[in-house]
């Protein structure tokens, strides 16, 4: 998977799918597929990356060579310290 930002250097990234996920229809029978991913901070933190956070304003995956826009990204963690983040995609 690459995590891509505009102005940013492509970020090779091991996200795991999360079980589960749908198909929407988007208009003239077309459809897309939205799931949730897990991607870890290290990654990030370890980036060139001004901002160290995935961000739904800004950031695309690309997974199995077909892109897809970041919906939502929320933090997970334990108190205030993040350990991944939960992303939910669509395309």
Known sequence: M???R???SDLPVIGKRVVGGSITEIGNSAT???FQIRLSTTQLM???WAIKEPSPDTDLIVANGRTRKVLDAAP???SGVV???LLTVAG
């Open 76 to 78: 997970l963690g334990d």
């Open 46 to 48: 370890a980036s060139s």
């Open 2 to 4: 690459t995590l891509k």
């Open 83 to 85: 350990g991944c983040w």
């Open 32 to 34: 897309e597929d939205v």
């Open 6 to 8: 505009a102005g940013e």
